[in-house]
């Protein structure tokens, strides 16, 4: 059944909602959340395309399972939206507003879907109401369907890429060359690399060195050739759940061995670190840190 017309509720991981529009393609798309997650749902709007319609609505009590049944009722009723011809993606939303989408769904005897993270995978279930009975219709793990640009655009309201870091010359700096190390190492064994990565907003205070991208799972990684604790800080900041998810690997690589206490602080704020203390800028990556440093990061982004 092609999924015309599309209820996506929006919460803290809009990865979720970005990944049922690719995998439904529907041509028109209901937002439902509430203040705090309107910006997010102006993101996924740019990220929907251009043949798909894209409306918002605002629940003002997401609390009250009720009020947030009727609220949207009105809603479709007033863009006459058919019972045959929805869908109800419950990926997102609180646990009241999945209630309340659910009841709504079983009443109109509309199909639902719900994409979750299972195993570092994205997996859709997708459901129909039958006889007072739910009935699963699809089941799968969904192929990659987004960039790191789209991942990005979810949670941020821009953002652009500066590449290897510079001197004040333009030139680039000892710091630079460690970063064009690691993304030449990695770029042939992920599936997407970018460099020099600066949010919108907090260019002056957030900088991430490289992003990479398998599959639908994107990390962050700090590169640098000392042992300051900055990085840890940096990839803290940065990869903090409430600005770019809950689903976001973070990753530190030094070009020296890392001194026990930081260590143990990057485990406790979940940085994966990876030495390469063969590393010299003369003469780049020796090829048994670039092993390394390739597994490791294609383990983070696989749960592994």
Not at 13 to 23: D, G, H, K, V
Not at 24 to 36: C, D, H, M, S, Y
Not at 140 to 153: F, G, K, R, T, V
Not at 176 to 200: I, N
Request: with cysteine; net charge neutral; hydrophobic share 40%.
């Amino acid at each position: 059944m092609a999924i015309m017309k599309l209820v996506g509720l929006l919460g803290p991981q809009p990865i979720l909602n970005l990944l049922a529009i690719r995998a439904l393609q529907p041509q028109e798309i209901l937002f439902v959340g509430t203040k705090e997650t309107h910006a997010i749902g102006q993101y996924l709007q740019g990220l929907a395309g251009s043949k798909a319609k894209v409306h918002q609505t605002e629940i003002y009590d997401p609390y009250d399972a009720p009020y947030m049944i009727k609220a949207i009722n009105k809603k479709l009723s007033k863009l006459g939206w058919r019972s045959d011809e929805t869908l109800f993606d419950l990926s997102g939303g609180s646990k009241l507003m999945f209630y309340a989408a659910t009841e709504l769904a079983k009443a109109r005897e509309s199909p639902a879907a719900d994409i979750e993270r299972v195993g570092y995978r994205y997996r859709l279930r997708q459901f129909e109401f039958q006889d007072h009975q739910v009935v699963m219709i699809r089941d799968e793990y969904l192929p990659s369907l987004i960039s790191i640009a789209d991942y990005l655009q979810c949670y941020l309201p821009g953002f652009h890429e500066d590449g290897f870091s510079r001197d004040g010359h333009g030139r680039v700096d000892i710091g630079g060359r460690f970063e064009k190390a690691v993304y030449d190492a990695l770029a042939p064994h992920v599936d997407e690399v970018m460099a020099g990565v600066r949010p919108s907003g907090v260019a002056k205070q957030i900088e991430i060195d490289l992003v990479v991208r398998q599959g639908n799972n994107v990390g962050i990684i700090e590169a640098k050739t000392g042992i300051k604790k900055a990085g840890i800080d940096q990839l803290d900041t940065a990869g903090n759940p409430h600005y770019l998810g809950d689903f976001l690997a973070k990753m530190l690589v030094t070009g020296r061995y890392l001194p026990r206490a930081h260590k143990a602080l990057a485990t406790a704020q979940e940085i994966r670190v990876i030495e390469l203390p063969g590393y010299s800028d003369r003469a780049g990556l020796p090829s048994q840190d670039k092993q390394r440093l390739v597994q490791t990061v294609q383990q983070a982004l696989a749960g592994r």
